[in-house]
């Protein structure tokens, strides 16, 4: 076959070949479909979409949570029960940033007691509602008209989403991190903005810990370079050589380390390595984290 056959025939079949629902901008007007709950529950206009300018008008008051987390376009849509007009199902679809911020966003809603579910990378279900995230979606449904409804619903309407979005149902690999004696499963939230409340700690990943009995939280903050972590570190601990008490530092070649009682979080243990800050909050002995942070240390370098 000559060379422009060959050219042809390449162009028929990248042009034939089939295109991912999510791959396109349409995605998100198709990833809630007229068939996506039970068959008692029809859709009752096609989807609409929220950007960053007019979230507010579907969720006021809580648009402002989304954004540090990438948020680029909201799809919606509301089903409606054939035998109870009043009973409405709103079904919402979020495209984050990306899936670290998919996780975080969801983060915020979950309890470590809550019902958890197989859909997507990881989901809930209460009498009300259903959450989950799959790669860079959040996924939230809920009942309004009643207080609760059978979980099988909300588990048909979640599965019909997720088979509608892109089939990575995997973790954020940030998370492995943690993966450290004693970390309270399904207890780590990603904060995508202000670590602890405090603006330099542009964003980390938190969790709740048992260490020697105590109940407390570590977290790792990863900054661009190690000049960054440093330079949070070094307002860190102006902060709390000005609002803090008992403040001991320990300097070595390769680290910073700092032991202090925070007036939020009481006995605080923070570590500078690399361009990683690794520490420890709520501890009644701040001696009692350095084991664990050498450990979450050691995680970060053979990551």
């Not at 089939?18 to 029809?42: H, I, K, Q, T, Y």
């Not at 579907?58 to 948020?71: D, K, Q, T």
Request: charged share 20%; net charge neutral.
């Amino acid at each position: 076959m000559c060379r422009s056959g060959m050219i042809y025939l390449m162009i028929i079949c990248v042009f034939c070949a089939p295109v991912p629902l999510f791959a396109a901008d349409r995605s998100m007007g198709n990833v809630l479909l007229a068939g996506g709950c039970s068959e008692d529950w029809v859709i009752k206009d096609k989807a609409t979409l929220f950007n960053k300018d007019n979230l507010f008008d579907h969720i006021n008051g809580e648009a402002e949570l989304y954004f540090p987390y990438g948020f680029e376009v909201l799809a919606t849509a509301t089903y409606v029960n054939r035998r109870n007009p009043e009973l409405w199902i709103i079904a919402d679809v979020y495209k984050m940033g990306s899936l670290i911020d998919a996780f975080g966003i969801y983060s915020n809603y979950r309890k470590t007691n809550a019902s958890w579910v197989t859909i997507g990378a990881e989901g809930f279900v209460s009498s009300s509602q259903l959450m989950f995230y799959q790669d860079r979606y959040f996924v939230r449904i809920q009942v309004t008209g009643t207080t609760s409804l059978k979980q099988d619903i909300f588990f048909a309407c979640g599965r019909a989403v997720s088979q509608n979005l892109p089939l990575n149902a995997g973790p954020p690999r940030e998370l492995e991190i943690l993966r450290i004696p004693g970390i309270v499963p399904k207890s780590e939230r990603y904060i995508a903005k202000s670590l602890l409340g405090y603006a330099f700690f542009h964003r980390g990943i938190i969790a709740d810990a048992i260490i020697e009995d105590e109940q407390v939280q570590v977290f790792v903050v990863p900054e661009d370079s190690q000049d960054a972590a440093r330079k949070a570190v070094d307002q860190y601990r102006s902060y709390l050589k000005t609002e803090g008490q008992g403040m001991k530092v320990t300097e070595l070649s390769d680290r910073i380390s700092i032991a202090a009682v925070d007036p939020l979080y009481g006995g605080v243990f923070v570590e500078q390595s690399g361009r990683y800050i690794v520490g420890a909050i709520r501890l009644k002995n701040p001696s009692v984290a350095k084991q664990s942070i050498e450990t979450l240390r050691g995680r970060l370098v053979s990551k």
